[in-house]
């Protein structure tokens, strides 16, 4: 039988759940980690998704979500479920490509706590290059509409490409009034396997921490604990960050977009982790 404690033995917590609701991207990104899988038209319904956050809720004493995707934006039922996890008592985030989708953004704002908007880089050569023409103008447009109703932040994925360009992104969030950046190493997986995307060293990531921790970012928070490579603490009974695709898949990482991956997956139809 799949109780929690089998499936995820020693495991009292998880922190943070990251559930993506669909595959499918208005974007299709030279890192996204999905690759192939845009082209899915998997989706989960509203009811599973509420099953999920209330599976999280009781079972590992989780009250923190992040609704993303593909596109979450694009999901039609997405104020219902920013509803539901508020009801449950989560402290709910979306991570959007922010672009355009303003009139979905608006029926979603009252259930958000904060709108989180990906970002590849300071600047808009760097960031539109890995993404489209426009997208970064655009990610600021949204940031900045967001920032009269809602908290802010971003996520950017850092390649040894645009780690250079982090400090010039945190101080213009800073400047918008945006709480926090919260930063990922790449994996060579999906678009960024095949689009030859150079992973950061850790002298990279060590520069880049030393440039952050001595700029004055206050309010902004940056999670530059996870450019150290010490940093990765050992097993606890603690998953700071689950994040499962709209197949089931469970990934558990704070520091690497998509990874690693478990020998466990979501099951939707019976709203609980099984052993894979
Ligand atoms: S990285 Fe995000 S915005 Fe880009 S294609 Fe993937 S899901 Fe879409």
Not at 48 to 67: I, M, P, R
Not at 105 to 123: E, F, I, P
Request: glycine share 6%.
């Amino acid at each position: 039988m799949n109780t929690p404690m089998s499936v995820l033995p020693g495991i009292k917590r998880v922190d943070k759940l990251y559930l993506e609701l669909l595959f499918r991207c208005n974007f299709s990104c030279t890192i996204c980690y999905h690759g192939e899988d845009l082209k899915r038209p998997d989706t989960v319904t509203i009811e599973q998704a509420s099953a999920a956050l209330a599976y999280f809720q009781t079972a590992f004493d989780c009250h923190w979500v992040c609704l993303l995707g593909g596109e979450p934006l694009l999901f039609e039922g997405l104020p219902t479920v920013l509803g539901a996890a508020r009801l449950l008592g989560y402290r709910t985030e979306i991570c959007t490509n922010g672009y355009k989708r303003r009139a979905m953004l608006t029926r979603c704002a009252n259930h958000l706590d904060m709108l989180r908007v990906s970002l590849d880089g300071g600047t808009a050569q760097i960031h539109d290059r890995i993404r489209r023409p426009g997208s970064f103008d655009a990610a600021f447009d949204t940031l900045t509409w967001a920032a009269q109703r809602t908290s802010i932040g971003a996520t950017c994925t850092l390649t040894a490409d645009n780690i250079g360009t982090v400090p010039a992104l945190a101080e213009r969030l800073r400047d918008l009034g945006a709480r926090d950046l919260t930063l990922h190493r790449v994996r060579p997986v999906g678009n960024a396997a095949t689009n030859g995307v150079t992973p950061v060293t850790w002298d990279q990531t060590q520069h880049l921490h030393e440039q952050l921790t001595a700029m004055d970012l206050a309010p902004l928070s940056v999670n530059t604990d996870i450019l150290l490579p010490e940093r990765c603490p050992p097993p606890s009974d603690v998953i700071e960050k689950l994040e499962i695709s709209p197949d089931g898949r469970v990934y558990l990482s704070c520091a690497e977009v998509a990874g690693p991956g478990r020998a466990v997956r979501f099951d939707f139809d019976s709203a609980a982790l099984v052993t894979a």
